[in-house]
């Protein structure tokens, strides 16, 4: 499934596009998706379509670690690693992400249709299409490491990190992540890029920054098993550490504790307070604790100091719809879409509450775009008979429906041969 939190899915596209003009890309036109999943796994694939599990995160032990697995990835795409038979791919760039979104989508129904239905959709079986020779790991841990140190971060994050991969994976066989399959860690390997680090400069300044934090300590609380337990871990750790402390107003909030909740954020530093994905975070408060003159104050707020912020228009959606301000929440919504056309979480929202505002026929149109970024053809050929049987349409609602039409028949024959 997709990973639908706005805080991570910026934080992952502002690190992405902080590592990419330093990167030997040519062609920079990159879509992100987030995958909320909790296996260590990243992959770029040719259209650029870049995929990152939100288990990558929490697997990492520093935003530099993270950067160096973005940067060898795009060192892939860059070296045309992945297949230079697939000439098109960059014109059928929404396909492909379609294709991977449906299949990620019937994965968690299925996982093993799942998963046939990636390996297709990328143009072979995963084996095939991920087994990269040594030359090409040996070239991409070249390239992504020259790439990691251009941006700023540490060399030594990219052999610290398979190093620890390695270790914690020895024995794993089948059952290690799918990135370890795909990218054999090895001791010469491992070797190989740490005489490459000690040949590179290292950052004076090697702290993470407080996105990487947030977005982290985020994740770790997303994919808690025990609440309870997370949460006395994070009391315990939080007069020491912010970090601990974020951790502390998350799980609160989960266990639906708000005098806790209202303490953390109290304890936490001035610095923390005033961060944007904390300002955010206490909007969510306020807005599960049922606050809404608090939520509309604080998101009206944010909405006008962070102009176009993916995750503060977001929340100011939210807030709007949660205050029944729908035709305040749709326009929200339409920034997102207009902005992020390729993000079928946003055209969701959008439906949802276009429907709330009674906008029948706006519903069925953002309902497509939905099925089709989603890969879900067949849905939204569906959704477009009901918006035909719509009464009083205008010829411009009439025209915007057979040009709908023709996209989904376009789509569906490109899928159908990229299958075939």
Not at 21 to 39: F, G, H, K, M, Q
Not at 69 to 79: D, I, T
Not at 175 to 200: K, Y
Request: hydrophobic share 40%; charged share 25%.
């Amino acid at each position: 499934m997709l990973l639908d939190d706005p805080m991570v899915k910026q934080y992952l596209q502002d690190l992405l596009w902080k590592i990419v003009p330093s990167s030997e890309l040519r062609d920079r036109r990159l879509e992100l998706i987030a995958l909320d999943n909790e296996t260590f796994n990243a992959f770029a694939v040719p259209g650029g379509i870049v995929g990152v599990h939100g288990g990558l995160i929490t697997a990492s032990e520093s935003e530099a670690e993270l950067a160096s697995v973005l940067a060898h990835e795009l060192a892939h795409l860059s070296q045309r690693h992945y297949a230079q038979q697939l000439e098109e791919s960059r014109r059928n760039r929404p396909l492909v992400l379609a294709g991977v979104l449906a299949s990620i989508l019937l994965g968690a129904a299925n996982g093993e249709a799942g998963s046939a239905g990636i390996a297709s959709t990328l143009g072979g079986s995963a084996s095939a299409q991920l087994a990269f020779s040594r030359r090409n790991e040996q070239e991409a841990d070249r390239v992504g490491m020259q790439t990691l140190v251009r941006s700023g971060f540490d060399p030594y994050a990219m052999p610290e990190m398979f190093s620890r991969l390695q270790k914690t994976y020895r024995f794993a066989g089948n059952r290690a992540p799918e990135f370890l399959l795909t990218h054999p860690v090895t001791e010469s390997r491992i070797a190989d890029s740490l005489n490459r680090a000690s040949n590179l400069n290292r950052p004076a300044d090697q702290a993470n920054s407080l996105d990487y934090d947030v977005v982290r300590t985020r994740l770790l609380v997303h994919y808690g098993q025990d609440m309870s337990g997370l949460n006395a871990q994070f009391s315990n750790d939080a007069k020491s550490s912010p970090r601990a402390t974020y951790g502390l107003l998350l799980t609160a909030i989960e266990l639906n504790k708000p005098q806790q909740a209202q303490a953390a954020l109290e304890m936490l530093p001035r610095q923390w307070q005033q961060h944007l994905y904390v300002k955010l975070t206490t909007l969510d408060f306020y807005l599960r604790t049922e606050k809404t003159q608090e939520a509309l104050k604080l998101a009206k707020e944010l909405h006008d100091l962070y102009p176009g912020s993916m995750p503060a228009t977001y929340y100011y959606g939210l807030t709007l719809r949660q205050a029944r301000d729908f035709r305040g929440a749709s326009n929200a919504f339409k920034e997102l879409t207009s902005d992020y056309p390729d993000d079928a979480a946003f055209w969701f929202q959008l439906s949802e509450t276009q429907g709330l505002e009674g906008n029948i026929g706006a519903v069925h149109r953002s309902r497509i775009e939905y099925f089709l970024l989603t890969g879900r053809i067949d849905r939204a050929q569906r959704q477009l008979e009901f918006a035909r049987r719509e009464k009083g349409l205008s010829p411009i609602d009439t025209a915007r429906l057979d040009q709908m039409e023709e996209e989904i028949k376009r789509v569906r024959q490109e899928m159908d041969d990229t299958l075939s």
